[in-house]
Structures are given as structure tokens and as C-alpha cells.
């Protein structure tokens, strides 16, 4: 596994040139830079929002906030399901069932999708934010799932130690505390408490898949941490777990 990790991180590199970010050529043709965007990667480490909708679904609708309940356990096969009348609205982990293979997407009251999570050998660990309106499709061959409801806890960000934030919808001052953060790992998409959205890219780090990897040793890989500000009301919205640490 460490081998694959590592020969992986070298072809992405070499494919990138020294660069880091891109080649300056694609099948013999010139890149034409984006001045607006290459700006705003340089200062403020984030990507431009424009074109970027069908990659970061939750750039197309605003999450105006979280469940307040805790829901009811209840096991859901294959389909699509309307909460408050089919799930009852609340936030919920995965408990019994397969979680090898399947996908979980979510929509909002307006039929927009906010994410869409792929459950697998990498991601068993996932919150599902289930306001009433929404409508939850999880897509599978024909295993049947278990939600069981989430505790409202704030996250163990003890300082100077890295954790990870699961797959799902996380609201500053309520399931993680404000503050400075180091993003160890490569993404992190964040809506802000006046609707902004914003996503943090580390182009020197890569995914909490390959950064939490027991197999990996931490000296084979050159990761640069990214500091973000996290204030109460931002939404963490992200389709993959995020590995950050509290300074």
C-alpha cells in the first residue's frame, strides 16, 4: 500500500512539471493562465468559484443550517427517501449493513444536490445532515443500511493534533469549535455564515486517505499545512474526510 501511495504522489508530480500546479502545455497546445484565478490561489490559497459547480456541488444552493434533532434509527434500502416523512430530519451515521460499495446524495428543499458521498473501503465514517424537505438517495445493488443518530458533541480538536472531519455538513460553533486551523490535507470547502463560499486547496499535501495511511511513513512525504480561519455560522460541506488540525 505504501508502495502504490508513494508511486502515485511522483506520477502526479512529474505529470504537474516543476510547477507544482500544472503543465504548461496539453497536447501540444498552449495554457492560456487565468490571471483572476492564479491571483487568488497565490494570496489567499482558494480556488475560483466560476466552473467549479460540478465539481463542488454545494457552490449551486446555500445551507441555511443544520438539523436540530437527533432523528430515529432506521434501516433504508435502495432508493430515494423524503425527510420528514420518510427519515425523520436529524444528523446520522452509518450504523449495520454494507458499507463496501453504494453512494449517498442529498438534495435540498429545491431538488439541488449538495453532496454526493461514495461509501467504501475509504470512506465508512460519514455524516448525513437531514433537514425536513431534503431528499436522500442512496444508491446501492441491493444492501440494505442502518442511520442511527449522531451525536451533537463538538469534535475533539484538541491542539497540535491532527483529526478528521467525516464526510457531510459540519457547522462552526456548533459541531466544531471557531478558531485557526492548519489543513493538512489537500481540500477543504467551506460556506461562510454570509452564504460565500469558499474552497481552500494545499497543492503541497494530498487526501486523508493517503495522509492517514498507518503504512505510509510521514518522512517519505513533503506536505506544507494551509492555516484557514474558521468562524461560528461557516459550514464545512465536503464529499470526502478532511484532516486539519487546531493551532
Given at each position: 500500500m505504501k508502495q502504490i501511495s508513494v508511486l502515485l504522489m511522483t506520477l502526479l508530480l512529474a505529470g504537474c512539471g516543476f510547477s507544482?500546479?500544472?503543465?504548461?502545455?496539453?497536447?501540444?497546445?498552449?495554457?492560456?493562465?487565468?490571471?483572476?484565478?492564479?491571483?487568488?490561489?497565490?494570496?489567499?490559497?482558494?480556488?475560483?468559484?466560476?466552473?467549479?459547480?460540478?465539481?463542488?456541488?454545494?457552490?449551486?444552493?446555500?445551507?441555511?443550517?443544520?438539523?436540530?434533532?437527533?432523528?430515529?434509527?432506521?434501516?433504508i434500502s435502495s432508493g430515494s427517501y423524503e425527510i420528514g416523512e420518510d427519515i425523520e430530519e436529524g444528523r446520522y451515521r452509518i450504523g449495520q449493513g454494507d458499507t463496501s460499495a453504494g453512494a449517498m446524495v442529498t438534495y435540498d428543499s429545491e431538488g439541488t444536490r449538495l453532496i454526493e458521498v461514495a461509501m467504501g473501503i475509504f470512506t465508512t465514517d460519514l455524516i448525513l445532515d437531514l433537514s425536513e424537505g431534503m431528499q436522500l438517495d442512496y444508491k446501492?445493488?441491493?444492501?440494505?443500511?442502518?442511520?442511527?443518530?449522531?451525536?451533537e458533541d463538538m469534535m475533539d480538536t484538541a491542539g497540535n493534533e491532527n483529526f478528521i472531519i467525516p464526510a457531510g455538513i459540519h457547522e462552526v460553533g456548533?459541531?466544531?469549535?471557531?478558531?485557526?486551523?492548519?489543513?493538512?490535507?489537500?481540500?477543504?470547502?467551506?460556506?461562510r455564515a454570509d452564504g460565500k463560499k469558499?474552497?481552500?486547496a494545499n497543492y503541497?499535501?494530498?487526501?486523508?486517505?493517503?495522509?492517514?495511511?498507518?503504512?505510509?511513513?510521514?518522512?517519505e512525504m513533503e506536505i506544507e499545512e494551509l492555516l484557514v480561519t474558521l468562524n461560528e455560522g461557516d459550514m464545512i460541506i465536503t464529499e470526502y474526510p478532511i484532516t486539519i488540525r487546531k493551532e
Open positions: 507544482g500546479i500544472m503543465p504548461e502545455k496539453y497536447d501540444g497546445e498552449a495554457f492560456e493562465v487565468d490571471e483572476e484565478a492564479a491571483e487568488l490561489y497565490e494570496q489567499e490559497n482558494k480556488l475560483l468559484n466560476s466552473g467549479m459547480e460540478d465539481r463542488f456541488h454545494f457552490m449551486n444552493a446555500t445551507v441555511q443550517n443544520t438539523a436540530e434533532s437527533t432523528g430515529e434509527t432506521v434501516m446501492s445493488r441491493d444492501a440494505a443500511i442502518e442511520l442511527v443518530p449522531a451525536e456548533k459541531h466544531l469549535e471557531s478558531g485557526e486551523y492548519s489543513l493538512v490535507t489537500d481540500y477543504m470547502p467551506v460556506q469558499d474552497v481552500y503541497m499535501s494530498t487526501s486523508s486517505f493517503i495522509v492517514n495511511d498507518p503504512l505510509l511513513e510521514e518522512e
